[in-house]
């Protein structure tokens, strides 16, 4: 899967007229992939934009993206290339070799909008390839074992600089050998790792395709019964809004998943009207603090109300079905971990 492109639909920006596949597979790095989706790479020179023309096989460099039709130059082009990872700054770094670039779109733009061009021939609904100033890219990649400073793409998410709905990620993907491996989980959570480095909640930017619903749906869904069960275990009695801040998650998706859960209430007789109340509430605190920033005095007003009680046997129940769902998985050792995180002054 490429695991989600959250953005909305604006093809018109590029007067695309259809998403037919005129590229039918590529080699980045030693790898060939079948595309998926149509992408409009440009080449005046060698027709590479005539969507009338098949391309059978477009060569790219998977250290700086640039795109070749001729094998001879992507050849000449690898033994001239110097880089061997991303450009920006590697704000991440595990013992298992998984590491993150942040690459700022307004210092890296061709990179970056190659990376858009690559991301496209994936994800059936990306529309955002040239405009990448105001974003951001968080590019995971993988250290080479057997060739020192060599790092090879896995995937990234975007996100916007600025962004008044407080949107942590615009969009997701993951190049399709390294799927199923974990890694869409991966960059979920590291985008709410800096949401709430940041000091806000966030969420993906809407609408969700199916694809990214069910990713972010079971992260939510595992996230938030974690911090439930340690609720439980320490005896605290947190309100909606705390587990908001302590999850980065944006207080509506924390209120649809303990709906969808029905595993806590705050002893209203309907839950989801309850819940319901306390989304109008709190959003009408977040129309006064914009960008989501929480202070004390805020925490104060929002914690007042809507205390979780929480139903132990349901709780106990639903973390084993997780407990059971993750044991069996492969890629246990492609988590992120926080501790790995390098400290990031915000902007």
């Not at 059971?324 to 390098?342: A, M, V, W």
Request: glycine residues 4%; hydrophobic residues 30%.
């Amino acid at each position: 899967m490429a695991d989600d492109d959250s953005m909305s639909d604006d093809d018109d920006q590029l007067n695309i007229p259809d998403n037919t596949k005129h590229i039918t597979s590529i080699q980045l790095g030693e790898v060939d992939i079948d595309c998926w989706f149509h992408s409009p790479y440009i080449d005046t020179e060698d027709g590479l934009h005539d969507k009338n023309r098949t391309i059978e096989k477009l060569f790219i460099c998977e250290y700086c993206l640039r795109y070749f039709l001729n094998n001879r130059k992507y050849r000449q082009h690898m033994n001239e290339c110097n880089r061997r990872h991303p450009p920006g700054r590697k704000i991440y770094e595990d013992a298992n070799g998984l590491c993150v670039y942040e690459v700022d779109g307004c210092a890296s733009q061709l990179y970056c909008q190659c990376l858009c061009l690559l991301a496209k021939l994936f994800l059936e609904r990306k529309t955002i390839y040239f405009d990448v100033n105001p974003f951001l890219f968080y590019v995971l990649v993988e250290s080479d074992k057997r060739i020192k400073n060599v790092q090879h793409i896995i995937g990234y998410f975007s996100k916007e600089k600025l962004s008044d709905e407080c949107y942590n990620l615009a969009c997701l993907m993951i190049l399709p050998h390294h799927q199923r491996q974990g890694f869409g989980r991966f960059l979920i959570s590291l985008s709410y790792e800096l949401t709430k480095i940041e000091k806000k909640t966030g969420s993906p930017e809407k609408p969700l395709s199916a694809l990214g619903q069910m990713t972010y749906k079971s992260y939510w869904h595992s996230t938030i019964l974690t911090k439930l069960e340690e609720y439980r275990r320490s005896q605290i009695h947190a309100t909606v809004t705390q587990l908001s801040i302590d999850t980065g998650i944006r207080i509506e998706d924390v209120i649809q998943t303990l709906i969808d859960l029905r595993i806590a209430h705050t002893g209203a007789e309907n839950i989801e009207t309850n819940y319901r109340q306390q989304e109008a509430r709190d959003q009408r605190h977040n129309n006064r603090r914009r960008n989501h920033k929480y202070d004390d005095d805020n925490n104060n007003t929002l914690n007042s109300t809507s205390v979780l009680a929480i139903d132990e046997d349901v709780l106990h129940t639903k973390l084993i079905c997780l407990l059971n769902g993750t044991s069996s998985l492969k890629h246990e050792q492609n988590i992120f971990d926080s501790n790995y995180l390098r400290f990031i002054s915000r902007r």
